[in-house]
């Protein structure tokens, strides 16, 4: 779409939270550039699941995301289990013990990242991209623009910035150097299982349909990707130790690793990390429960998605939560009263009022839940009945939502915030 405004937005970052705010703002005419680390668009990680107010968001970014989200989920195999989000089970005791479904409207979408974003780049022009560019500093210019040097020595200026590059955001850091990202002492084994071995190790219907298996110290979930084809598999343990290098989230590790740290877990856990590769990698949690932003921006800087929000995985709402930022920074931004650098930075202002507290609740509740699946979280334990109704309760806040009428509560909020500025104006004239 040809840019209908004369400004110029920068996006750092090219992963979910980039992309979806970059093919939001081209398909509004709201003109942008899109730097990225890599030399190409590409995602780490294997499968990823989103909710229904995720699926609410691609929409309000625009129909290609839902479209393209479409094409590469996968769903339960079963028919009765369409709705189903998780089955979870006594994953601990032999034979299992008590076990509930959560269900929701969309049940579980499972897609592969690096799938996903594939489709996803052919929704914007190449030339928006300028790839290999590692941010180092953000500066101001005497000209009035925000200068970003990079890595490789080139410069670039932009009216505003947006960082959306993920948990070890330069755009956070540059803005608030004591928001780190903090160990939450849970690390986890990622693996894809073909899926006929996975359905001779735990039967048709925990291999086709998502299962989360819950134990003291650790917990397995599972669920179907690439078509049915494959089964994820992430299985996660608490562990006192700090992690060994905060500068790295992955390490090497082996099955034999798995298997110890799931020691005494039932016969379907075991069979399911006996079929994981025999060298693994082991992917720390990090998040910002302990070092959390005072704000998700500062004048005509902005972060977004996990630069602004990072969180563990356990509500599997995270890559959602970037999806809706994206839609409600697009609705903003797009807003017929934002046409200069002065109406970007209230705009950053709405969208920091309107996201902050839900993004920063979402990475309180995701450690709680994660800790009820391994039956360590105060008042909850190891009663099924408790866990059952945490999890409905929080993925209620998390899905019973209109993301449509958040982006225009916004946009009202938007609308107030600039009347009130022209009136000032109009009475110290």
Known sequence: MTPQKDIDIAIVGGGIA????????HHRGVPFTLYEQAPAFGEIGAGVSFTPSA????????????????????????????????????????PPGHSFPISNSLGQRGVHRAEFLDQLVNLIPQHVARFNKVLTSISDAANGKLVMEFLDGTTAEADAIIGCDGIKSRVRQELFPTSNPSYSHKYAYRGLIPMNK????????NAQNACMYMGPGGHVLTFPVKSGTVMNVVAFH?????WEDSERNVRTATRADALHDFAGYGEDVN????????KLNVWAIFDLYDNPV???????????????????????????????????????LSHESVNSPADIELAFAVFDECRRERGQWLVESSRFIGDCYEWRAEGVGSDFSKIENEINARNSIISDVDVVE????????????????????????
Request: hydrophobic content about 35%.
């Open 271 to 278: 069979k399911i990390l006996q079929l994981m590769d025999d």
């Open 294 to 332: 005072p704000s998700f921006y500062q004048g005509r800087v902005c972060i977004s998605g996990d630069a602004a929000h990072a969180t563990s995985p356990h509500h599997g709402a995270g890559a959602g939560f970037c999806i809706e930022d994206s839609a409600i920074l697009a609705a903003l």
């Open 55 to 94: 699926v609410q968001a691609m929409k309000c970014c625009h129909d290609g995301i839902y479209a393209a989200f479409e094409k590469v989920c996968t769903r339960n195999e079963w028919e009765s289990k369409q709705k189903l989000w998780f089955d979870y089970h006594d994953g601990y005791n032999t």
């Open 18 to 25: 980039g992309l979806t705010l970059a093919i939001a703002l």
């Open 198 to 205: 996975a359905i001779e190790a735990v039967g048709n219907e």
């Open 406 to 429: 958040m982006c225009q509560q916004a946009k009202g909020t938007l609308s107030r915030k600039c009347s009130s500025l022209t009136r000032e104006i109009s009475a110290n004239m």
């Open 238 to 242: 608490t562990s006192e130790e700090e």
